[in-house]
């Protein structure tokens, strides 16, 4: 898929107030600072479209991104950011959880990871609850020009092997850098395979 345009549609954190076209949508989710947004931005080839910060915590609504006139992206605050305060971290939690399991539209949550770390637990517990809510998602590790492919393979097998613990086969799995646009057209034609079966 090309992308030809990408244009901010709305803000909010009440998934009622979300965009009522009934076009497929897809979500980017992960820990704060995983690198949503700035995926988000490699996928459109738009710098400025989603906000990129070195604090965690940048993003704190739900955005919707309509790409090409045909499909809303939608990018998520991080969950997990240990600095917000309890009540903050709670509020978030509840209008994102409500989005997810009330947009009827969404066709895949891509969930972020870290390709640099370990098998994390809230990760672990967050693709859980996706499965237990029978939500499709996929696996995006990011960063990757960030390691080395030896220790990038090492840390894939160690997440697969801890995902194969609970799952019988795994979710699409894709691996990415922002710096380097690398796993844009993966994403991309995924996205249409699924646009063009709606
Ligand atoms: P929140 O909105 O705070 O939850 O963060 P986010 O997940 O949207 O992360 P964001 O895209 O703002 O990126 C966080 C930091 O990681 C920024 O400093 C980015 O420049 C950096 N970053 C994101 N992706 C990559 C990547 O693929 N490679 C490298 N080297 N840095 C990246
Ligand atoms: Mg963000």
Redesign the pocket.
């Known amino acids: 898929m090309k992308v030809n345009t990408a244009e901010f549609v709305i803000s909010n954190t009440d998934y009622k107030l979300c965009p009522k076209d009934d076009i497929p949508e897809f979500a980017f989710i992960?820990?704060?600072?995983?690198?949503?947004?700035?995926?988000?931005?490699?996928l459109v080839g738009n710098k400025g479209l989603?906000?990129?910060?070195?604090?965690?915590?940048?993003?704190?609504l739900i955005n919707h991104f309509i790409i090409n006139k045909q499909w809303f992206l939608v990018?998520l605050?991080?969950y997990g950011?240990a600095k917000a305060s309890k009540v903050q971290r709670d509020k978030w939690e509840r209008f994102i959880v409500e989005y997810l399991t009330n947009r009827k539209q969404l066709n895949n949550i891509f969930v972020?990871l870290d390709s640099r770390l370990d098998p994390q637990k809230i990760d672990l517990e967050f693709m859980n609850w996706c499965g237990e809510k029978q939500l499709p998602f996929s696996m995006v590790f990011?960063?990757?020009?960030?390691l080395s492919s030896s220790a990038l393979a090492k840390n894939l097998a160690k997440y697969k092997k801890e995902m194969l613990k609970y799952w019988e086969e795994l979710p699409p799995v894709f691996t990415?850098?922002?710096?380097?646009a690398f796993g844009k057209e993966k994403i991309l034609n995924y996205i249409d395979v699924i646009i063009k079966d709606c």
Request: proline letters at 5%; a positive charge.
């Open positions: 992960g820990r704060s600072n995983v690198g949503k947004s700035s995926l988000i931005n490699m989603a906000k990129i910060s070195g604090r965690p915590g940048k993003t704190q990018d605050p991080g950011y972020l990011t960063k990757i020009d960030k990415t850098s922002s710096e380097s």
